[in-house]
């Protein structure tokens, strides 16, 4: 028996050695795919027009990537940072892979950043080139990029995707720059570990401070290869994807698993419901991931009941609280299993999931057990003290996944891995007698009332289950007398009949000890998200300060502690 399959004494899972770790890089992951089944489809551009979706076999992307890779080593060095600047589309992902054959770095960058949030990312990574789109929901990035070079004496380059052929073609002229062999034919790349950098990608602004978290090959490969794995893709399995590329979930996550499969990877500009459900039936899709905003917008569609999902076995979603009803009823209505999933850039995306065969309850009550071969703890914020069984704490992690640290930060990265490895996440949680995981919420997020902790996310997760609410969010407010106060801000599940705040605060008060029921209540169309669907609760903290949000009605005084 597994040392990992015996009750826990204390809240600390050491790591599953029982699924083996591949000491390989991107680049070996593509050539090996590339190897073994070179004619099978690797990339459908999954546009809106059949017509003009172009597809690449995996003999064909590993192709045009080396050739990608010789023409940046024409103009950049191993090591060098090279950010791209666009929404989803084969360019980047083709990119993506070049950028890995040449031993560089490259930093994402979200497309709907504008002209000085994208000064910040170049300056700060020092990235030596760029790769743009022309535009981007109507703003034009390359006027942007164009009016930045001059302030950035580290960008040597900056490349339109709209030339990428022409790009990729000067790879196949006379072998020059920092990839030139000794002799006729193409350069020779240079060689690539496990251990080095692949990319940097930029926190997704829960708290709004962004930070670069240096991620290595061994790390994307890996994750993703065991959370594929662990969503039951067999050999040659289909994954629709609309999650942004620059994100965790879209440029490694899904795109890398899909390649350890050896699979079709179906990508979208952007996320469409529509979109999705038809690229599912086109070419029988047989993963999806989704957050909960997305997976929403899917099963309300009007055109979900004419579409053929047969092929469709797993949902994964994640990044944001899935209650229980979401779970059950995508299950239901989509005919497929399910999967959560929870973890954070700095993991290399994924920490825990839920299997297939898990129980509904461990299904839609907790975020799984650790993905293999990482170890996990639950300690005490302020001591470190491993926690008992059943309380919460804040997750720890040690193991390949962690990243490389915070680039050009480091007493942000010391403040994140400490000297033994262990990389404190901020997230606060319980670990149960089998190692599986119930979150609790973030700590900075931690409302703290009148001397007592109070955890959002258990207060969300008793609002979700009102017929009444559609999302819910819970933030701390200041307050002279408490020193915070619980405030909810909610999306109605009917935004012309909402339900009254003294409705949803007596229905709180039957569920929660009373000091724990929020004091104001607002209503709202919309979460300010970042672009994996997190909700942004500062900007909400933000906007209730300011007035931007209005309470829905005069609000009593809040009840005392106990």
Not at 149 to 163: C, F, M, N, V, Y
Not at 383 to 391: A, K, L, N, Y
């Amino acid at each position: 028996m597994p040392a990992t399959s015996a009750r826990l004494a204390t809240s600390y899972r050491p790591a599953d050695r029982s699924e083996p770790l591949l000491d390989i890089t991107v680049g070996d992951l593509l050539r090996a795919a590339a190897a073994e089944v070179p004619g099978r489809l690797a990339l459908v551009e999954g546009s809106a027009d059949p017509a003009a979706r172009r597809t690449w076999t995996y003999a064909e992307l590993l192709a045009v990537a080396e050739r990608a890779a010789r023409a940046l080593l024409a103009r950049f060095a191993p090591g060098d940072r090279i950010a791209v600047w666009a929404p989803n589309c084969p360019e980047w992902m083709l990119l993506q892979h070049g950028v890995s054959l040449a031993g560089m770095v490259l930093v994402t960058v979200n497309p709907a950043l504008r002209a000085r949030e994208l000064r910040y990312v170049l300056a700060q990574s020092r990235a030596a080139g760029i790769f743009f789109a022309g535009s981007y929901r109507g703003f034009d990035m390359a006027s942007a990029v164009e009016g930045l070079r001059a302030g950035l004496p580290d960008l040597r380059e900056a490349i339109p995707l709209s030339g990428w052929d022409t790009f990729v073609a000067s790879g196949d002229s006379t072998p020059s720059g920092h990839g030139a062999s000794s002799g006729p034919g193409p350069a020779a790349l240079p060689p690539v570990q496990p251990g080095d950098p692949a990319q940097i990608q930029y926190t997704s602004g829960t708290t709004g401070f962004p930070k670069g978290a240096i991620l290595h090959h061994r790390g994307v490969v890996n994750a993703s290869r065991f959370v594929a794995t662990g969503s039951g893709v067999q050999d040659g399995g289909i994954w629709v994807n609309a999650m942004p590329m620059f994100h965790i979930g879209g440029g490694t996550l899904t795109e890398l698993g899909t390649i350890a499969q050896r699979g079709t990877y179906v990508l979208l500009p952007g996320f469409d419901p529509g979109l999705v459900l038809e690229l599912i039936e086109a070419y029988r899709g047989t993963i999806i991931l989704a957050v909960p905003t997305m997976l929403l917008a899917m099963l309300d569609h009007p055109g979900l009941a004419s579409r053929d999902l047969s092929s469709l076995q797993t949902v994964m979603s994640g990044a944001a609280v899935v209650p229980a009803t979401l779970v059950r009823r995508a299950t239901e209505t989509l005919g497929c299993q399910t999967t959560i999933v929870f973890g954070q850039t700095e993991l290399h995306g994924v920490v825990s999931q839920t299997q297939l065969g898990d129980s509904a309850e461990d299904q839609s009550e907790t975020i799984g057990r650790p993905l293999p071969q990482v170890e996990v703890k639950i300690t005490d914020p302020v001591t470190g003290e491993i926690m008992p069984v059943g309380q919460v704490g804040e997750i720890c992690a040690r193991g390949y996944q962690t990243m490389l640290g915070y680039f050009g930060m480091p007493a942000e990265t010391a403040a994140a891995l400490d000297g033994d490895g262990w990389l404190r996440t901020g997230d606060l949680a319980a670990m149960d007698g089998r190692g599986y995981l119930t979150i609790t919420g973030r700590l900075k997020d931690m409302i703290i009332r009148g001397g007592e902790n109070i955890y959002p996310r258990e207060i969300e997760d008793v609002l979700f289950a009102h017929p009444a609410v559609a999302q819910a969010a819970v933030v701390g407010v200041a307050d002279e007398k408490w020193g915070e106060r619980v405030a909810a801000v909610i999306m109605p599940a009917d935004p012309a009949n909402p339900p009254s705040p003294e409705a949803l605060r007596d229905y709180c008060r039957e569920c929660l000890a009373g000091f724990k029921a929020p004091a104001d209540w607002f209503f709202v169309a919309e979460y300010p998200l970042t672009a994996s669907g997190k909700i942004q609760k500062f900007r909400l903290q933000e906007d209730i300060a300011a007035g931007r949000i209005t309470p829905a009605a005069p609000q009593p005084s809040p009840s005392p502690p106990p």
